[in-house]
């Protein structure tokens, strides 16, 4: 299971205003997903009780409930006080209190941590001096877990200084129990997280007269007729994000937005002198992949990977074209997926890699986790096409998943999505971005292409994105 981020809600009944399930439903309609019940004082059956009564809000919501203390109580995840136990119960996911760096060095098996206090707080007192921005930075540089921010967070502003700290996320007490209207406390503070992790598109290159070389990326994919999707949607990313595409065709389709008609696989020796001719003139910062058709062509690009000749490389595992036309086999995926920085796998790419059923975030973390032991040191698992109010998509590196929410585009037009997202990616590593960053602006990049075509009317089946902003 993911660790907490975002907004985390902790309970106490006796400050909520108009009641604790009241105050937790508006929070969660504000956009609250991790709840914490304490109330560690109630008998056991009454906080049973309430723990149900909170899983059943959260319920509607893929929302998570964390129980404090060792006893689950049919909850999601316990959260653990500093004094113990140790070791931690085995548990799904167990979160741990500390409170400085003793503290947090005897973590062992625990998923994340809650790091108090930030700011001055009635509810954390006798735990020392707050630790202000540059003491939480310190500690989450030096923490073996990702880590919650606790303690005063009351505002937009302090929600962004945790998370450009470091923080996974903030846990707030009393701004949303004591709140008159929780759920515009919570979506305003959630707007602040969300803002803060989904870093703003950068504008291509405007240098006011001066001579700047853009950078160089390559694209190894199929050629789209329509357009919309394959090489051609990809050299359009590039050149929207400000940089400088060039490409090495694998195969020629015959497609529209109806669908795919037709499919040429070109030879495994034309693909490579594509790719010999392209890396020996320019010095290529980032390559992506696309549709590789067959383990021949898939081998040829795999032995170019290996020898070091394809940096920073973003592998999107085409096997199935949006209007459900199969352009891969598993097994040409596969020989790429070792060499990958980052792979971009759909639901439906997930559980064809990995053999496992992925219809829900459940098994986009599962996914995520088992393609990462693969090589990739980054799975982004996309989840555009299950269904839901949102567009969830999991995002898993360093041992731990993230998930990245976005509101979803009521559209028909998205074909060619997962390649203008990977395209983007891939724009963002070259120009130096982290790669939890590129991601941001990856899926901002897109949410902002599929808004700005909703309302076009190119071909009769599923259109292409708005590649430009042309009607933002």
């Known amino acids: 299971m993911t ?4 907004v985390v809600l902790l ?12 105050v937790v439903a508006a929070a969660v309609a504000g956009g609250v997903r991790w709840v914490v019940l304490r109330e560690k004082d109630l008998p056991r059956a009454d906080r049973a009780a309430l723990a149900a009564d909170l899983r059943a809000i959260l319920a509607g919501v893929d929302g998570t409930l964390i129980v404090a203390g060792p006893d689950a109580l049919g909850g999601d995840a316990v959260h653990l006080p500093a004094a113990g136990p140790y070791p931690p119960p085995t548990h799904g996911l167990v979160g741990r209190s500390c409170h400085h760096q003793p503290e947090l060095n ?3 098996t625990e998923h994340y941590a809650t790091i108090s206090p930030v700011w001055p707080t009635k509810t954390k007192p006798g735990y020392g001096p707050p630790l202000g921005i540059a003491g939480l930075r310190s ?3 030096a923490s073996p877990v990702p880590l919650l921010a606790l303690g005063g967070v009351e505002t937009p502003d302090q929600v962004t200084a945790c998370v450009q700290a470091g923080a996974t996320g903030v846990a707030v007490l009393g701004a949303l129990m004591r709140a008159e209207d929780p759920t515009e406390t919570a979506a305003t503070l959630t707007s602040a997280y969300v803002e803060a992790v989904t870093p703003k598109l950068a504008a291509p290159n405007r240098n006011q007269g001066k001579k700047m070389t853009p950078r160089t990326l390559l694209t190894i994919a199929g050629s789209d007729s329509g357009g919309g999707a394959g090489i051609q949607a990809d050299l359009k990313v590039f050149a929207a994000l400000g940089a400088y595409g060039t490409s090495v065709l694998t195969a020629i389709t015959a497609q529209n937005t109806r669908g795919v008609d037709a499919v040429l696989p070109l030879p495994p020796r034309t693909v490579t002198e594509q790719l010999d001719s392209v890396l020996a003139d320019f010095t290529v910062c980032a390559v ?13 690009v795999a ?10 490389l973003v592998v999107d595992p085409v096997l199935v074209a949006t209007s459900g036309h199969r352009l891969g086999v598993v097994g040409a995926v596969e020989r790429l997926l070792p060499y990958a920085r980052v792979a971009t796998p759909n639901c439906a790419e997930a559980a064809a890699i990995t053999g496992r059923p992925v219809d829900d975030v459940a098994g986009m973390v599962s996914a995520a986790e088992a393609l990462a032991a693969g090589g990739p040191e980054y799975v982004v698992v996309t989840g555009g096409d299950l269904d839901g109010g949102e567009a969830v998509d999991v995002l898993h590196g360093g041992g731990s998943s993230t ?8 559209t028909r037009h998205t074909h060619g999505t997962g390649c203008s997202f990977s395209a983007a990616i891939a724009v963002r590593l070259a120009l130096g971005d982290p790669v939890p ?6 899926k901002e990049y897109v949410l902002r292409a599929l808004t700005g075509a909703r309302g076009w009317e190119l071909g009769a089946g599923r259109g292409p994105l708005d590649h430009f902003g042309w009607s933002a």
Not at 303 to 312: F, K, N, T
């Open 11 to 22: 309970t106490d009944r006796l400050v909520a205003r108009g009641g604790l399930d009241r």
């Open 3 to 6: 660790p907490p981020s975002g």
């Open 288 to 300: 992506k992949t696309g549709m590789l058709g067959n383990p021949a062509v898939a081998d040829a």
């Open 437 to 442: 960053a590129a991601v941001g602006v990856a």
């Open 139 to 141: 500690l989450i540089r």
């Open 403 to 410: 998930l990245l929410r976005a509101p979803r585009v009521d």
């Open 303 to 312: 032995e170019a990977a290996r020898d070091g000749r394809l940096p920073q």
């Open 106 to 108: 005897r973590l062992t």
